[in-house]
């Protein structure tokens, strides 16, 4: 099939490469650049994305790819196994994006988001959103325009919303009419949860030394399977994970002395979306084949590292005493139970990021709700700031009026990130199906996590979810692996094991 | 000017933006990327390399260009100012050197560098030339046909040889019958000086902690002038500098415990670089004046900061306090006279880059003379290694059959660097008389250099020399700077004052 391909791939490959080179102006960007270097940056990243664009939407593209699909129709040419079909209409679809939303509207769109994240900025530091609320506005007008131009690329096809095609850039398949439902269930369990649960608790206020806790990070990654031979972890304001081919993947964390989890999650987060990335197949590196297959799988590999896996009562009670090891002096006195409670306090808040993962899913479900609203036309952004509180008192049971704090704390809106949301729940709900399937496909996974044998698990991901690329969709993979479709249940039952069930 | 020119600017700043994105992707390869990654580097590097090409041979450019030069006599066309021409022509030279290469030609030279660096490591390790040997002829061959397919870019044009075409694309203007006998001038000196001075001295072997040597270079670098808003330092195995644009100009040093001045020297020494590179009009970014005037010049910058400023009394004597303070242990019973003898200790040796700036052009002048002669075809590369050892004995009095430590040490040949060499000298010339300048336009400079208060010195080259660009040829440029045209005595005069001068 490559050499079938041959042609293809090579155009797909330099465009991956030219992709891999924007990435790397990005991390740059985000780690040593020096500051005063940001306007050259900016122009340096424009050219760049203007020759991937260049590159997709040319006539040497054009006529490689018509050797093989209708342009028009995306009928396929000629004798296709189905394999070849699933790589093909792949393909097709990542071309149609490109080909639809024209120059005009792409930098248009581009300009209003990179003033609106500015605007934001300034907004939020004053903690008043109507600065905002005119440049989300057009970003929701916007956002309607561009669902408009990407109508026929929604996978499945049929009747769509706008807001569907907007989920679908993020997960393909995936629609409102699917997810108001599960989410819907999922919100339900949770408060049922949330209101036997101890919130009252609190915790202590460690100052533990950064560099320890970064050797401690080290040497996580390094359990979990990271390839420090292809891949390397730095710091950032804001941690991320950027990819230039699966031979080069590099995550980053924040450090702060009185927050060793904040740190510590965030290493363990980015690890399991760069296993994700590392355990692509290069050798279809540049195609869908060896591209990961949708924002909430590769949500489902950070969120399974972070929660279930490095908060659970298995992990520390092994590995405390290493870190006890590193901090005698702050922990000495302290027992894996006690931290592990520490670790896992739940307690309904108004950030996002910092939320339990009890309470987590909520934050999301309220962002949904909110955006599908905007796009559907339901809800006047000038109305947003009064329904977000409305919402955060009734799913969260907090109110208040501080807008930085609130409708303002999330940087997605203003980057025109509308429909990206929901795949950070379908991320944790993948995550408790498949951990759900490793634990009836591994024996005695706890005893592994409690002595941070990590590589069964590793090896288990790598092949049943990171080798697949984009053979396949979400939901056909999740049928694949667990042999049942998605639902809330492995995640609420997860939750409930977790924290409804008394310390033994 | 700019609005006139205003098409070619913006097609020479997008080549400007797309060579400071390969640069990138070099400087990441040299510090900061997993291992892992050669392979997928190598190809990005390529890619960039293949666009930037590209862009200058393109039918857009040759539009661009045409509207101004004639692109077959480089006659301009119209009504142009003497600023206007000197612009054009350096366009329309750097335009031709694009051209006039065949990409057939440039890949296999490029492929044939590639595996010559890769044998020249082995050989070195094994301190075999033989191995190398037939790559290095291969080399030499086809810098032949570079140096016949260029022959019509020689500044000044007339008749010249292979081997000054090769010059020319290093230092414009220069012809080897204007160096040989600047050489041997040279070199009749620095064999006067050599015979006069106490080459048996010993040195001490002091430990000092890397990290405090960091701290002292990068106070040394503050001191210059460095701006970290427009730049940075990290480790590499070699030091060097790059730029992206003069706001983002990197350097790299390498700091070992036991040789304190080879990173402080090397620190000093990029930064002057870098200094060249932050100190260009951005206004004229990717153009000719926005440029480094030739490799000669840089070099001027990085040795007159490394040498004649950080290598003097005045220096050692103002501030080996500070060193002091942070080596109490180490340095506490030393005085600063008998550090700057330390530092300035010189004596003959087999490699060229831990020469002392004594000795140092005598390695030069030999790989000078070994390559001219090479090129010229009057010495067979078969024959070098004899060659090589009886120019050490007969310039350095000092003999090997080590060829690792001896005809195998310098990366230059494999890499096709056929003409490099000499700027090296160049640039100690061009300092040396520079330095003289300075001393006679600003009022104590030795004061100045003791109190580490460089600002006058970095803004009188900011001035003289950085804001040039490529407005003139190195020769106009030491005219107008000096009043005198280059010659060797200013810096053989430097080097009598400091080394034949009793401490007084």
């Given at each position: 099939m490559q050499d079938r391909f041959k042609k293809l791939i090579v155009s797909l490959k330099e465009i991956g490469l030219l992709s891999g080179i924007g990435s790397l102006l990005?991390?740059?960007q985000e780690t040593y650049m020096p500051s005063g270097a940001i306007d050259v940056r900016s122009e340096q990243s424009a050219l760049m994305a203007e020759l991937v664009h260049a590159r997709w939407t040319g006539d040497a593209f054009r006529r490689v790819l018509s050797e093989w699909v209708d342009l028009d129709s995306g009928a396929f040419l000629g004798d296709v196994s189905d394999e070849e079909k699933r790589f093909l209409s792949e393909v097709y679809r990542d071309w149609k994006?490109?080909?639809?939303?024209?120059?005009?509207?792409v930098s248009a769109f581009s300009s209003l988001t990179s003033k609106a994240q500015h605007v934001w900025q300034e907004a939020r530091a004053a903690s008043r959103f109507s600065l905002f609320q005119p440049y989300l506005a057009q970003v929701v007008a916007m956002s309607r325009e561009r669902a408009d131009y990407l109508k026929s690329t929604v996978v499945g096809g049929g009747d769509v919303t706008p807001y569907d095609v907007l989920l679908n850039e993020y997960e393909p398949g995936v629609r409102s009419s699917y997810l108001t439902p599960l989410f819907q269930e999922l919100c339900v369990g949770i408060k049922d949860i949330l209101k036997k649960v101890d919130v009252t608790k609190t915790v202590p206020n460690w100052e533990m030394d950064v560099d320890r806790q970064w050797e401690f990070g080290m040497w996580i990654l390094a359990q979990m399977g990271f390839d420090f031979s292809f891949g390397r972890q730095d710091k950032s304001t804001h941690p991320f994970t950027t990819q230039f081919h699966p031979y080069d993947v590099r995550i980053t964390t924040r450090l702060d002395a009185r927050h060793f989890m904040d740190g510590f999650s965030s290493t363990v987060h980015e690890g399991g979306h760069a296993l994700y990335e590392q355990g692509l197949d290069p050798a279809w590196f540049g195609t869908p084949f060896g591209e990961a297959m949708s924002l909430?799988?590769?949500?489902?590999?950070?969120?399974?590292?972070?929660?279930?896996?490095?908060?659970?009562?298995?992990?520390?009670?092994?590995?405390?005493?290493?870190?006890?090891?590193?901090f005698p002096h702050v922990l000495g006195e302290v027992s894996w139970l006690e931290f592990y409670h520490v670790v896992n306090r739940v307690r309904p808040s108004f950030i996002r990021v910092d939320a339990d993962e009890v309470t987590?899913?909520?934050?999301?479900?309220?962002?949904?709700?909110?955006?599908?609203?905007?796009?559907?036309?339901?809800?006047?952004?000038?109305?947003?700031?009064?329904?977000?509180?409305?919402?955060?008192?009734?799913?969260?049971?907090?109110?208040?009026?501080?807008?930085?704090?609130?409708?303002?704390?999330?940087?997605?809106?203003?980057?025109?990130?509308?429909?990206?949301?929901?795949?950070?729940?379908?991320?944790?709900?993948?995550?408790?199906?498949?951990?759900?399937?490793?634990?009836?496909?591994?024996?005695?996974?706890?005893?592994?996590?409690?002595?941070?044998?990590?590589?069964?698990?590793?090896?288990?991901?790598?092949k049943n979810i990171h080798q697949v690329g984009r053979r396949m969709s979400p939901s056909e993979l999740v049928m694949k692996v667990t042999g049942e479709s998605l639902s809330s249940e492995p995640f609420l039952n997860y939750l409930r094991g977790k924290y409804l069930v008394a310390d033994s």
């Open positions: 990005s991390w740059d994006k490109a080909v639809l939303l024209p120059s005009s509207f909430g799988i590769h949500e489902s590999q950070s969120r399974m590292w972070e929660n279930q896996i490095v908060k659970s009562r298995a992990f520390w009670e092994g590995q405390f005493q290493r870190l006890q090891m590193l987590y899913n909520l934050h999301i479900i309220i962002r949904y709700e909110l955006e599908k609203a905007m796009v559907d036309g339901t809800l006047a952004v000038a109305d947003l700031p009064h329904a977000w509180n409305a919402k955060y008192l009734s799913y969260l049971g907090i109110s208040s009026e501080n807008e930085s704090m609130g409708v303002l704390q999330d940087v997605h809106w203003s980057c025109g990130l509308l429909g990206y949301f929901p795949t950070y729940t379908l991320g944790n709900l993948y995550a408790a199906q498949f951990y759900g399937q490793i634990e009836r496909d591994i024996l005695d996974v706890s005893g592994l996590i409690s002595r941070a044998e990590f590589s069964p698990i590793t090896s288990w991901l790598r």
